[in-house]
């Protein structure tokens, strides 16, 4: 589904030479992309029987895998620096009866547990009112921090962010009123982070005996009784 959109003509093709089979390059692009459409014209015939249109021989894409995205915060365990009210609050994707989580504090944070290893896209930030003090965002993986932005964040639009906890760090106001927190990405269990590390460890996955040993520590895995432990 989706509309196709124009990211490149000829004259964004980078070509090694202008002989006989040359290779062509086009720089990439931001943004989801599920399919490619090529259009050719004025191409040339072939030098023998001059009635042959040549074409093209071989494409070779190169970019990242991404799922679609969801809501991967809602509903997860929360734990904060103040008590004054719920983190829970910030998480419960309820704006209707407008729940917040509030705080009467200067300095603070608020650690949310993601359901697994994620890939964030997106986080949001839904506040009571206008923005309040100053924020920094941070995405962690084991306790270090994978990437980070700091602002008055409202929503903030991230580069495939690897994180298994959001950490929200609050400064610059005398108190906060937040009503949701939401960040958007897809998450990937222990079993299928394992599986692709396995695939990864073998200098030639593809080898028979690569595809018997392969299948045989898949197996074990899937036999793990803990899906989201790190």
């Known amino acids: 589904g989706g509309e196709y959109v124009k990211v490149a003509t000829r004259s964004d093709e980078d070509r090694k030479n202008l002989h006989y089979n040359p290779w062509g390059t086009i720089a990439g692009w931001s943004g989801l992309t599920t399919a490619l459409k090529f259009e050719l014209k004025t191409g040339k015939k072939d030098p023998w029987y ?3 249109f040549f074409g093209m021989r071989q494409v070779v894409v190169m970019g990242r895998e991404t799922h679609e995205a969801s809501v991967v ?11 004054d009210s719920p983190g829970a609050n910030l998480v419960d994707g309820d704006l209707e009866t407008m729940t917040q ?3 009467i504090h200067q300095h603070g944070s608020a650690n949310i547990q993601l359901p697994g290893l994620c ?5 949001g930030i839904e506040w009571e009112g206008a923005v309040q003090g100053s924020q920094t965002l941070q995405c962690k993986v084991g306790g270090e921090v994978q990437a980070s932005t700091e ?4 929503e903030t639009d991230l580069t495939d962010c690897l994180a298994r906890d959001l950490t929200l760090n609050l400064k610059g106001a ?11 990405g897809h998450c990937f269990s222990t079993r299928e982070v394992f599986k692709m590390k396995l695939e990864e460890g073998f200098a030639n996955p593809d080898a028979s005996y690569s595809e018997y040993v392969i ?3 898949a197996g074990v895995i899937d036999g793990f009784q803990c899906d989201t432990c790190f």
């Not at 915060?73 to 008590?83: D, I, L, Y």
């Not at 602002?151 to 409202?154: K, P």
């Open 50 to 52: 001059k009635k042959y």
């Open 73 to 83: 915060s809602r509903g997860r365990p929360v734990f904060t620096s103040f008590s």
């Open 101 to 103: 989580w509030s705080a």
């Open 119 to 123: 890939v964030l896209y997106s986080v």
């Open 151 to 154: 602002g008055e964040i409202t």
């Open 174 to 184: 005398e108190s906060y009123s937040i009503r949701e927190v939401e960040a958007k």
């Open 215 to 217: 299948k045989d520590v």
